[in-house]
């Protein structure tokens, strides 16, 4: 797991196998997780493994977010065994909204991105997975859950709350 510091810059924390490690450290917070699609693809209950990660998250976390852009990336695959078990991970997170402001942070993150060099630039949701973890990130710690971990430790570098921002692939 990675934690960025104060100005952005990346440190290693704990290991991928311990993502509460270090949550709820700072005043006044606990600890959300958001999900991408590949956060989606982790946690959805389909072996043991899965289901246990998911137990874990679900005890130690205030909330797990799923920000609703990340449904326009087809967490549903038409495959009927994936899915029951994908519309059961969608029953037990908070599938959040996202607003004009959550969109225009977004836009300015994927800006802050591109200007940096990043090449191919991060995709709309994720940008919109990033702005809505660094808006969480005000008061908690939070844990952005991706199986694209390149992406999202730029991203998570370039928000107003990096401090507070880790990322955990899965």
Do not use: C, W
Request: net charge negative; aromatic share 2%; no cysteine.
């Amino acid at each position: 797991m990675v934690r960025f510091g104060n100005g952005g810059s990346a440190e290693a924390e704990g290991s991928a196998q311990d993502p509460h490690r270090s949550a709820a450290s700072a005043p006044g917070g606990g600890l959300i997780v958001v999900l991408d699609t590949g956060g989606v693809e982790g946690l959805a209950p389909i072996d043991e493994d899965r289901r246990a990660r998911l137990r874990l998250l679900r005890e130690r976390a205030d909330d797990v977010v799923l920000p609703a852009a990340v449904l326009a990336e087809s967490v549903l695959t038409g495959h009927a065994g994936h899915d029951y078990y994908v519309q059961r991970l969608l029953h037990v997170v908070n599938i959040a909204d996202v607003d004009a402001s959550t969109g225009h942070a977004a836009g300015a993150l994927r800006r802050r991105a591109m200007d940096s060099g990043m090449k191919p630039p991060p995709s709309g949701v994720d940008t919109v997975v990033a702005a809505a973890a660094d808006e969480r990130a005000a008061n908690d710690d939070v844990l952005i859950l991706t199986s694209d971990d390149g992406d999202f430790q730029l991203l998570g570098s370039l928000t107003t709350n990096a401090a507070r921002l880790s990322v955990l692939v899965v």
